[in-house]
């Protein structure tokens, strides 16, 4: 089956992902009714993707979940491909909700996007690395969170090409706390911390403004959080610049 899943991806149409993630792909009208849905297999695929990580997902080992067989599952989602395309729906088909926020304040709309962005990312790690900055097709749930975004900065007075360059910033400031997360192993940073903090020391008069700001507790935790921290200078970037164009 591994080789039908090399081979499959390596053919694969973009236009029969599209049609899958959008819901246009033919439906079969003759023939027993189908047992599984993509929807189905996704949910699926993003559960043991919760609890194993991304590398864990296979098309084997999905279709044990259902008690079928692989090739059962090419019936509905032709590769692994396509497959982690739909998870990425999948997890992202909640939200964003900005009903919340009263209607004109960019700011708090912009802010609750960013912080529910933030929780998908952190329930959900390896969404990280399923949506690698890469050419990749996009479902109507991915582009319902950017078009959320855009239309958050409207009341801005920006235009289309500044605002999406902020939601450039918005997301990557959160895709960076998310790698982040992902990097940190608590011993292992202990032990480097600790081998880092040595080696400075006997090459303090090389890095002097790196020394200044060991000491005046640069990498200590201070109770800031990251993403409230980032998200404010964003902000405020994006205040001025506003500011600028009137």
Known sequence: MAGRGREQDKIRDPRAGLALLWGEQEQPTRG???????????????????????????????????????????????????????????????????????????????????????????????????????????????LRWLDAALAALEPTGLGGAPRHQVFLLLIGLVRNLAQQRSDHEEEREGEW?????????????????????????????????PLAFGLDRILDGVEALVAAHR
């Open 193 to 225: 911390n600790r081998l880092a903090g040595e080696l400075l020391a006997r090459h303090a008069d090389r890095f002097p403004a790196l020394t200044r700001a060991i000491a005046e507790g640069a990498f200590e935790p201070d109770g800031t959080d």
């Open 32 to 142: 027993p009714k189908p047992q599984l849905t993509p929807q189905r297999i996704a949910a699926a695929a993003a559960e043991l993707a919760d609890r194993e990580g991304l590398d864990a997902v296979s098309m084997n080992k999905v279709a044990g979940g259902f008690g079928v067989s692989a090739m059962a599952l090419y019936r509905y989602v032709p590769g692994k491909t396509e497959l982690v395309e739909l998870m990425v729906e999948s997890v992202l088909a909640e939200g964003p909700d900005l009903t919340g926020v009263p209607d004109g304040d960019w700011r708090a709309a912009v802010r609750e996007w960013t912080r529910q962005c933030a929780r998908v990312y952190a329930a959900h790690p390896w969404l990280l690395n399923a949506t690698a900055m890469r050419r990749q097709i996009m479902g109507p749930c991915q």
